[in-house]
């Protein structure tokens, strides 16, 4: 059954035909791979069922718009990262990296207005690094957590007197995160 999306519509029925041809219902046209990723840009929430079987391949679909998106641009996904990832399949603690995943993107995106106020005023590198420090970091607590002896990635240099109280609050937001998959691994 379709979930309803935030404004309270059904999503839009996309189906996936044998020849591999996708079908969007709405408007009655074939589409494509990149057709998906424009709507998913865009806000549009779609579902994708296989035509014959009537099965959800929603996840399937959107995992391969992003090999697509990686093997023909500017690849996003580090290799460090792809490789934790991976290793965390058939890990016992499996089952909690599709929250913590979620909350990271989530926790990414509510700084995004940040970031880009950062970097109209110039700021922009030193503020992408201290982002990227403080996902990095909390993706290294969270594999910490679910395989103890996972690498982690090389600690960073010392930091600025006037960046102690960033890294203060930063500690103190990753110790609340360790908290919660504490609370979420029992």
Do not use: C, W
């Amino acid at each position: 059954m379709a979930e309803k999306n935030k404004s309270g519509e059904e999503p839009i029925i996309i189906k996936k035909y044998a020849n591999r041809r996708l079908y969007n219902t709405q408007s009655s046209s074939y589409i494509t791979l990149d057709d998906l990723a424009r709507m998913v840009r865009t806000g549009v929430d779609f579902q994708v069922l296989d035509a014959k079987t009537g099965a959800d391949i929603t996840h399937a679909i959107l995992t391969q718009i992003i090999m697509e998106e990686e093997a023909s641009g500017e690849q996003m996904l580090p290799i460090s990262f792809l490789r934790q990832l991976i290793a965390m399949y058939g890990n016992s603690m499996q089952a909690m990296m599709p929250p913590y995943l979620e909350a990271a993107m989530a926790n990414f995106q509510t700084n995004q207005s940040a970031l880009q106020e950062a970097f109209q005023s110039n700021m922009g590198a030193d503020a992408l690094s201290k982002m990227a420090e403080s996902n990095m970091a909390m993706f290294n607590a969270a594999a910490s957590a679910f395989m103890p002896g996972a690498a982690t990635a090389p600690a960073p240099t010392a930091a600025p007197a006037e960046d102690t109280d960033d890294i203060d609050t930063l500690r103190k937001q990753m110790a609340e995160m360790q908290r919660k998959l504490d609370k979420l691994g029992k």
